[in-house]
């Protein structure tokens, strides 16, 4: 089949590295000027921003079940997928870090290895004072998650200090095994090489104006190119065919030498949602701000102060870390901050992916291919997908 995709973000990228394993050929439109587009472009896809936290259990707390089991067929997809990735040189923690110069130049570890994942559970932490923020969310996910699934393993004091030194404060802490992490600039890199090892075409600096069955109006000129089937992955970009909106969020990348974190951390706390995730070459990354706003300007003054004063309070050796980089983007989200997958003779939408991207993209992508093997027989979408239109 002749396949056409708007958009190169995460869904783009996976959706064409799937496709063009399968011996489709595969057409990707995207307004950025290449494949990696510099920190402060715009558009810039958010899946450059993310912290990669993969959090199928912790995250039911904005979503339903849905996202628990999305999130948990999508840990299974990354684990199958990251072995058929090309191996990518490690992101830099230099100056430029977060840009094409840093995440590709000059790596602290040497030569090229696979995307780093990792599944190693992660942390839930909480201070004495914010118990209630804590037995909040385990009484959320006792009664959201399916019934098999009783993921929090309280952890006493020395179990902490075994499976992480580095935490010193939080008075309260959770084991959630299964959880995990991806690295999201590594993973969109290596995506994209094996997409170009596969024969995909990349139409860079080529915006899609519009998105119909089997056709993608390009913005030059109004020129239609049409494909057997057609993907509608702009995130933002998708508006106004898709009630969309941005939600602003902001990370900071440090370089802690010494501190030495094994799996995500996320600290409850009333009044932020900030977690840390390690990154190879003594990297940290801790996020991330959830502010309605499409305000795409730098880090604020506030927002700096209460996440790195908070994650300083769960892990203190941070004090001497350094922060190497703070970057700003837009999560797409729609009306109920869940994720919607349309499918239609010759078209298939995702979007609204919010939070949760890189938790739920491999299992959104596994099930808009089943959907269109469907199509194809029978033209009718599945009933396992959510019943509502974003178009
Ligand atoms: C600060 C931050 C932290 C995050 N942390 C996490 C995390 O820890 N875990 C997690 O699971 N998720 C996280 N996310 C969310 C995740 O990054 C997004 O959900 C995900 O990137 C959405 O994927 P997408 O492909 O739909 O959109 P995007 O990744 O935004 O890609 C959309 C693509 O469409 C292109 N486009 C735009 N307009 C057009 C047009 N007119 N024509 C063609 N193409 C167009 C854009 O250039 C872009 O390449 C985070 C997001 C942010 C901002």
Not at 176 to 191: D, K, M, N, R, T
């Amino acid at each position: 089949m002749r396949i056409g995709i708007a958009g190169a973000g995460l869904l783009g990228r996976l959706l064409a590295f799937e496709l063009s394993a399968l011996g489709h050929e595969v057409h990707v439109h995207d307004p950025a000027p290449g494949p990696r587009p510099p920190c402060g472009a715009s558009p810039r896809a958010a899946a450059w921003s993310a912290a990669g936290m993969l959090s199928p259990f912790a995250e039911i707390e904005t979503g339903d079940e849905r996202l628990a089991r999305w999130g948990l067929r999508s840990m299974e997809r990354w684990q199958a997928l990251v072995p058929r990735l090309p191996h990518v040189l490690p992101v830099g923690l230099g100056p430029h870090a977060g840009e094409q110069g840093g995440c590709h130049g000059a790596p602290p570890g040497g030569g090229a290895r696979a995307v780093d994942f990792r599944r190693e559970g992660s942390l839930l932490l909480a201070h004495r004072e914010d118990l209630g923020s804590a037995r909040r969310l385990l009484s959320v996910m006792a009664a959201r998650l399916p019934g098999t699934h009783r993921p929090a393993q309280p952890l006493d004091r020395e179990a902490l200090a075994r499976l992480e030194p580095a935490v010193h404060g939080p008075a309260h802490a959770w084991l959630l095994p299964g959880e995990g992490q991806i690295h999201p600039v590594e993973a969109l890199e290596a995506l994209y090489r094996g997409g170009c090892a596969q024969g995909v075409r990349w139409h860079w600096a080529s915006p899609v104006r519009r998105v119909d069955p089997g056709a993608l109006w390009l913005d030059a000129a109004g020129e239609c190119r049409r494909h057997d089937l057609v993907f509608d992955v702009r995130g933002l970009g998708a508006r106004p065919q898709c009630p969309v909106r941005g939600v602003r969020g902001e990370v900071f990348w440090l370089h802690a030498p010494g501190v030495a974190l094994r799996r995500p951390l996320r600290l409850l706390h009333p009044r932020w949602r900030v977690y840390l995730v390690p990154r190879p070459g003594d990297g940290v990354v801790v996020g991330a701000t959830e502010i309605e706003s499409e305000d795409l300007s730098p880090v604020s003054v506030r927002s700096a102060l209460g996440l790195l004063s908070a994650a300083y309070s769960a892990v203190p050796a941070l004090a001497e870390a350094r922060i190497v980089h703070s970057e700003t983007n837009l999560r797409p989200a729609l009306p109920d901050n869940l994720p919607a997958l349309h499918v239609e003779s010759g078209l298939v939408r995702i979007n609204g992916l919010f939070r949760h991207g890189w938790l739920l993209a491999p299992a959104l992508v596994e099930e808009a291919l089943q959907c269109c093997e469907l199509l194809s027989c029978a033209e009718q979408s599945s009933s396992d997908v959510p019943d509502k239109e974003v178009a």
